[in-house]
């Protein structure tokens, strides 16, 4: 007679987890115009005027703003191109990233 064949039974479940998400936020400062701010929110984080504007006063009377959230590789990158943006033109525009909780 032949042996009994135990089929294994492992089953194998993958879990998928959602990417964390980053915030971008802006910082505010003393000397970059607020239209300055206004015109590189609209560019790298395809605001509205309206949007843009209030994000932007936000930062101006808080101190800071959270701008969106992305992916952190994208997060990190529109953050520097922003920030690079202001320093193109002299600026101490700065935009950091921060994972949320
Ligand atoms: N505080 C700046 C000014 O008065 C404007 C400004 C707003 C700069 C927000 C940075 O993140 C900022 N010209």
Redesign the pocket.
Known sequence: MPDTVVKPKTRVKTKVERPRLHKVI?????????EF?VTVLKGEFRMTDDQAYKV?LT??QRGVCVVAVFTRDIAETKATRATDAGRAKGYP?LFTTEPEE
């Open positions: 802006l910082i505010n400062d003393d000397y970059t115009p607020r701010v932007m930062a101006h525009l």
